[in-house]
């Protein structure tokens, strides 16, 4: 649900968040219980009404941790930048499937493919709808992100059945967390909880496999079997987790 603020707000933000929870099928409540999407400082947040430790998600693609990740260490030497192949082709299309928070998006958008992403968790559809309307004003964002940064509120199986070819697909689904929970951040422990898990994730592989020109990338944590326990083509290995590389073609 998305909560409307208390305080009233002006008929511009009061249509975006019509419009927002229309498109995404959000219903507007004027009080909310658990997960819902709220007005905060002229952005849509995520929060619960029970954890008031937990600190608001938004997907802000200009907030410090992003600038930091592009301009220090989301370059070609990343992994996921070779994994995906920008290292080779700057110019690749992306078709991020399971896009999440957008962070990793971002990243091969920042390096120059066209991404588009594709969420099927309607609240976290709107954060990232939100993230894109506030990138596009930015002033070092808006010259190239908007044309970089698509976004398709679907299932990953219907995206990957119904949208276009493109070079690369790639897949990260969710994935059971291990008992020991406290080695996962709070943020994506509650970005768990709000997504679920993938239950259909190894349905996934054939399908990206279909769509892709190239190649497909699969995220996954160093601990996880392979999706559909298929032995990709190769390996490239990140700091806390790998990604598995299944290659239709040269790059």
Known sequence: MLLLPET???QDVTAYLQQLAGRYGIPLQSRATGWHLYWQDDALVLRHTELPKQSPIQVNFASGSASYRRQHGGGMGEAIAKAVGLNKNRALTVL?????LGRDAFVLASLGAKVTMVERNPLVAALLADGLRRASEHP???????ERMQLHFLPAQQA???????????????FPERQKSALV???MRAFHDVVGEDPDADELLPAALALATKRVVVKRPGYA???ADTAPSHQVKGKNNRFDVYVNAAL
């Open 160 to 174: 990957l059945s119904t949208l276009a070819a493109v070079d690369v697909v790639y897949l990260d689904p969710m």
């Open 185 to 187: 951040k709070k943020e």
């Open 140 to 146: 070092e964002l808006s010259a190239w992100l908007p």
């Open 8 to 10: 009233t707000l002006n």
């Open 96 to 100: 991020d499937a399971t896009a999440g």
């Open 225 to 227: 079997p392979a999706l």
